[in-house]
């Protein structure tokens, strides 16, 4: 377990103070899989850096298994450093060294003997799935190659954390998307906690299962990834969420809809919003079988976020208004959220 206790940061350079980080209180579970998403200059290597105490709070507690790294010895510090594994966007290998020694590299550093360095770093290249490059050298590696051999290294020492600073940023989608899947797997297969760090949404929806959302300092939002994509409550959220999930409606569908309209005083417009049950049982058809009123699907997108389906869809409906208010009572009972579009956002 991470903890991390009234946390904050301050960094003074050239008689100026940065407020890097703001009271953070933030629990991270054992075998957890934490997103921290912010903007650039939000705080998120900072608080990252914390966790392996390579930088020191100005105020606060951080705790690593109940250890509070404040009162340790730089010799103690190294210990529990050593559990602690961490991958960069620029993954950080040596360019003079081989596969081989740069997966070897913490290990000859606690002096492990060569038969077990050599065991050790096959069996971590089988796992990255790249034993035949022991001996090439980094720059005749792709990039997605290099983050492996950088994983391989963070793992050198089984730790039972893994920090990822933007592993994925460099990387082309394909790519990002075969390192996500190996990082799940790191968490499945050996219990490791990972903490991950990044700008992009899609990051934390493909494999965290908690998020954090930090702006200036501050954790503005945190908590299940469905919950906090589901019903984001800060406006910097509803920006990340907007990035995977399209929930505004495209302006050319609303300009169809106005010229066949003629006026859109007449248009009901009706964004809906449906998560987990509801978006998996057929409850625009049973509105439909209802025969209450005539439903016009406008716009719709899924989304599966931890198994779980999340989507949204925009509607016009038709009918008298107290038929469209007992259609709205219909889905509201049925667990999906509705929220009328309202003339003055439609064009
Ligand atoms: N060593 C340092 N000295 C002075 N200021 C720093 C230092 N490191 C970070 N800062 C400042 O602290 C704030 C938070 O920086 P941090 O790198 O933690 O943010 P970030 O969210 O990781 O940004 P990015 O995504 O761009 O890396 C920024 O204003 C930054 O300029």
Redesign the pocket.
């Known amino acids: 377990m991470i903890k991390f206790e009234n946390v904050s940061k301050q ?1 003074e ?1 050239n008689g100026i103070t ?1 407020q ?1 980080l703001n009271n953070i209180n933030l629990t991270i579970a054992k075998g957890d899989i934490y997103g921290i998403i ?1 903007y ?7 608080l990252v850096r914390l966790i392996n105490f390579l930088e020191r709070p100005t105020e606060g507690s951080v705790r690593i298994h109940n250890q509070l790294l404040n009162q340790l010895s730089s010799q103690e510090l190294r210990q529990v450093r050593r559990k602690i594994g961490m991958i960069f966007q620029h993954f950080n290998l040596l360019e003079s060294k081989t596969v081989f020694e740069n997966v070897a590299i913490p290990l000859v550093l606690i002096k492990k003997d060569k038969q077990t360095i050599k065991q050790k770093v096959y069996e971590l290249l089988e796992f990255v799935g790249l034993s035949d490059k022991a001996n090439s050298y980094p720059k005749e590696l792709s990039g997605g190659q290099k983050q492996r051999i950088g994983i391989a290294r963070a793992l050198a020492n089984n730790p039972d954390i893994l920090l990822c600073d933007e592993a994925t940023s460099a990387l082309d989608p394909q790519t990002t998307q075969s390192i996500l899947d190996l990082i799940k797997q790191i968490n499945e297969k050996y219990k490791i906690t990972v903490v991950l760090i990044t ?1 992009e949404m899609s990051v934390i929806e493909r494999i965290c299962h908690k998020v954090a959302v ?1 702006e200036k300092g501050n954790i503005i939002e945190h908590g299940n990834v469905l919950d906090v994509f589901g019903h984001p409550k800060h406006h910097t959220t509803q920006n990340f969420v907007s990035s995977v999930i399209n929930d505004q409606i495209p302006s050319g569908v609303v300009e169809n809809l106005l010229k066949i309209e003629g006026n859109k005083n007449n248009i009901k417009l009706f964004k809906l919003e449906f998560l987990g049950r509801s978006a998996s049982e057929p409850v625009i058809n049973s509105l439909i079988l209802q025969q209450i009123v005539i439903v016009n699907i406008l716009f719709a997108h899924m989304s599966e976020i931890e198994k779980t389906v999340l989507g949204s869809m925009f509607v016009q409906l038709k009918g008298e208004n107290n038929n469209i208010d007992k259609a709205v009572h219909y889905l509201r009972e049925r667990g999906v959220q509705v929220t009328e579009i309202k003339q003055w956002e439609i064009n």
């Not at 650039?40 to 900072?46: E, I, V």
């Open positions: 960094y350079r940065t890097a912010g650039s200059g939000a705080g998120k290597s900072t700008h930090m």
